[in-house]
Every structure is written in structure tokens, then in C-alpha cells.
């Protein structure tokens, strides 16, 4: 069985099909699909998605490229909705959170300054709520980590990781698990086949990020958890080893860093 680590089966591509689409990657052996939030008004949708279909899970929290149209009064009300979710066996993370430095305009100037400010209050909420997280990185790896190291969480997954050999080892050093998902079917993204094939297994989680970042024999068109299997055979190639190990393996190690996750009865 795979675990889809992060999906936004909330967007509006899947609209009028979620829970059609979460059932179908679960006849392809998607056992669990994290759903992560990108801003308050769409935290209910997340977990209402969520508690509609046996193999999904989420995570609460304000992306950052949704940071410059929130205020204090949203990271107050994340910290209310957490508090409420922690009853809810469906609720795993704070996510997605994080740093985007490569959207123009967000990694400069004030905008960078409120980015920095958003994403370390949500890591305060997470480590008052001794909860993993769920971190965006784009560009960032590094300011990401200098968080890491004033504000202590337990851990979480690095999304979409696309860093260094060494920015992944301090990740691992701090408990995180490292993503990786439709990017590393191109043959010619060197770098992120390289991390997936050399890192420690025991460092790798397996995701869609769909609607985006979708797999080389769907791109451009829209991606969808579905699809995971199929992603998880490029990294069984790449790694030399079996879909079957592959599986248990991502899994496992899914497993590990999110200990909220529920398996399907």
C-alpha cells in the first residue's frame, strides 16, 4: 500500500470529483492521501474532505504564497482550529507551511519579512501542539533551516525537496523526511534523481502535490494521487530495488514522521 504524503484533493481541478478521486487511487493501493491547507478559507474544506473518505488525512496551516493576504488575526485562528483538530483522529500536521523565494516579489523586502514572520509563529503552534510539519522550500532550504534550529518541532516532511546533499543531511539530523513525487520521472532532472537515488531510504517519503507537479507520461495535464504507483516504480528503478519494497518502505517511513496518521480499517 503507498501513502500520498501531500495532495490538494481540496483544489479546484478535482471540483465535483474528490471523493472519486480519493476512491479510485485507493484501488490503485493509495491507502492514506495527506490533504494539506493553504489558508483559513479552506481549512474546513480540507477537513471535511478529510472525514468524507476512509483514506484520507490533513494537515492545518497557511502556505506562503498565500501570506500576503492574511493577517495576525488568521495565524490566531489557526491556533484555535489546531486546538479543536487535535480531537479529530483525521488531523496529522501543521501544513503547508513554509518559505517561497522563488515567486517574484515574495522573497524580498517586506514580503519576505511577513513570510519569515508566518511561517515562525506556525512553527511555535506546532511545537506547542507537539505536532510534525508539513514544509514548502522552494528556494529557501537554507532560511528554512535557521528556523528549524531557534523554534524545535518534531520533525515533518521537507515537500517537493529539491536542495542539497547537505541541507537533506541536516533535514534527516532533525527528524524531517525529504518528498519526492512527479519531478523525479524526468530523466532530465538530474539533481532530483540523484537525491532520490543516494539519499537513506529511511529519509524518503513518496507525494503527488497534486494538481501540480505532475508525472513526465501526464505532464502538463493535471496530476492527481492516482498516479503514485506508477511514481513509486521510477523510484524502485532509480533505487534498484522492488515496487513491493518501495511501498512498505515510503510508507513506513510516512508513518514514522506523521504518528497521527490513520490506517484504513
Given amino acids: ?103 517574484p516579489g515574495l522573497g524580498d523586502g517586506a514580503l519576505r519579512e511577513k513570510q519569515e514572520h508566518f511561517y515562525s509563529e506556525q512553527l511555535k503552534i506546532a511545537r506547542d501542539f507537539d505536532l510534525p510539519v508539513l514544509l514548502h522550500v522552494r528556494r529557501s532550504q537554507d532560511v528554512i533551516l535557521k528556523y528549524l534550529r531557534r523554534i524545535a518541532v518534531r520533525g515533518g516532511i521537507a515537500h517537493a525537496f529539491n536542495g542539497s546533499f547537505q541541507q537533506a543531511d541536516e533535514f534527516i539530523r532533525r527528524g524531517f523526511r525529504l518528498g519526492f513525487g512527479g519531478a523525479m520521472t524526468f530523466t532530465r532532472a538530474l539533481q532530483i534523481r540523484r537525491l532520490a537515488t543516494e539519499l537513506p531510504e529511511e529519509a524518503i517519503v513518496l507525494e503527488t502535490d497534486a494538481p501540480d507537479i505532475s508525472p513526465a507520461w501526464v505532464h502538463p495535464g493535471r496530476n492527481s494521487p492516482e498516479h503514485l504507483p506508477q511514481i513509486g516504480k521510477v523510484l524502485s528503478e532509480l533505487r534498484d530495488t522492488s515496487e513491493a519494497h518501495i511501498a512498505q518502505l515510503t510508507s513506513a517511513n510516512a508513518r514514522d514522521v506523521l504518528p497521527r496518521l490513520i490506517h484504513p480499517a
Fill in 1 to 103: 500500500m503507498w501513502i500520498d504524503t501531500h495532495c490538494h484533493l481540496d483544489a479546484s481541478e478535482f471540483a465535483g470529483e474528490h471523493a472519486d478521486v480519493a476512491a479510485r487511487a485507493g484501488q490503485q493501493g493509495v491507502s492514506m492521501i495527506v490533504i494539506p491547507s493553504v489558508a483559513k478559507d479552506n481549512f474546513a474544506a480540507v477537513s471535511q474532505l478529510a472525514r468524507g473518505s476512509v483514506n484520507c488525512s490533513y494537515a492545518l496551516g497557511i502556505h506562503p504564497i498565500f501570506v500576503p493576504n492574511a493577517d495576525e488575526s488568521d495565524l490566531v485562528f489557526l491556533r484555535k482550529e489546531v486546538g479543536d483538530a487535535m480531537r479529530d483522529p483525521s488531523f496529522v500536521a501543521i501544513g503547508e507551511i513554509g518559505l517561497d523565494f522563488f515567486v
